[in-house]
């Protein structure tokens, strides 16, 4: 079948921490399987958390004793990979049939990734992608992946790969994925701009593949009872914006604003070919006379020991 149903799951990591946001995913299960959808993608940081506004007590040149505390927090609502909230995923995909792109913060070590974890019914936790290059501040608390965690996942709708937030705005980064022959362009983020949304189209349409794009949602300042230096106390930290686009650039569902839910879409995977008969990137319309790029796939480990 080349039909399929798929869905970006709306929602925010909650202020009780990892076990409630768990608990949170799990309850969509009913609604995964009355939609049929064979993949839901989930937003960047989802389990861990996205801690918009929080400076961790840095300044430049020193870092004060309430950040350390502040990073302890957060290292400690971090999940290993594989652990109990992966086990509590890869149940939920077998139990549901579809493939799951969850977004997470993952613990290695005294290190932490922001990364993309895959579930597929028959292996649970295939695959993980790390985000290479966190983006301004975000470098502070995560640290940067390797080549080694670029995958494609043969799932249930078709061949999946994921980039993460700004990730997406990598050129090179994105061809190397277009070069692995996906079919859905899995994006989990926290960006909640205008632009984000043309960036998802654009990315459909260069790439010729479909995209499921899964924002997070997070209450305003006021409603969380927080203060974030220059923010509006009643706008929402983050507003969603989740979207499906068709390989030519066409919208197929969403933006979803402001609220929580299963945005779900019906694709057909058959529209790849015809949507690449006039523009297939690393195909017919490369140059490699011209272009080449080079991807280095070996993990790079900061310590190595030879024997």
């Known amino acids: 079948m080349s039909k399929s149903i798929v869905a970006a799951l709306q929602i925010g990591s909650l202020p009780g921490g990892k076990a409630d946001t768990l608990d ?15 993949l839901v993608v989930m937003p960047e940081a ?9 400076g961790f007590g840095t300044q430049l040149g020193y870092r004060l004793p309430e950040g350390r505390e502040a990073f302890a927090r957060y290292y400690d609502n971090a999940i290993d990979v594989p652990g109990a909230e992966t086990d509590a995923l890869a149940a939920l995909s077998e139990r549901t049939g579809a493939d799951l792109v969850v977004g997470v913060i993952e613990r290695s070590g005294h290190s932490l990734y922001c990364s993309a974890l895959f579930f597929t019914p028959q292996a649970g936790l295939a695959a993980k992608h790390r985000k290479l290059m966190p983006t301004g501040t975000e470098r502070l608390i995560w640290a940067k992946g390797d080549g080694s965690t670029l995958p494609v996942v043969e799932g249930e709708a078709g061949r999946l790969g994921a980039a993460i937030c700004w990730e997406n705005y990598m050129p090179l980064l994105r061809t190397a994925m277009y070069a692995k022959g996906l079919d859905i362009w899995c994006a989990p983020t926290v960006d909640e701009r205008e632009m984000w949304f ?14 499921v794009s899964a924002c997070q949602v997070q209450d305003s300042p006021a409603a969380l009872g ?15 914006g989740s979207v499906i686009v ?14 929580r839910g299963l945005l779900v879409a019906e694709i057909d995977t058959a529209d790849l070919v015809r949507a690449r ?27 190595r020991f030879i024997q």
């Open 24 to 38: 949170q995913i799990l309850s969509y299960e009913t609604a995964i399987r009355e939609a049929g959808a064979k």
């Open 46 to 54: 989802l389990l861990g958390g996205y801690p918009k506004g929080e």
């Open 198 to 211: 043309a960036t998802m189209r654009h990315i459909a349409c260069e790439g010729r593949s479909f995209v």
């Open 226 to 240: 927080i203060k974030v230096e220059g923010w509006a106390d009643d706008r929402p930290l983050i507003n969603g």
């Open 246 to 259: 068709g390989p030519l650039g066409d919208v197929l569902a969403g933006p979803m604003t402001g609220g």
């Open 277 to 303: 008969y006039d523009f297939d990137v690393t195909g017919h319309y490369a140059r490699p006379d011209v272009f080449e790029l080079v991807v280095d796939e070996r993990a790079k480990p900061g310590v």
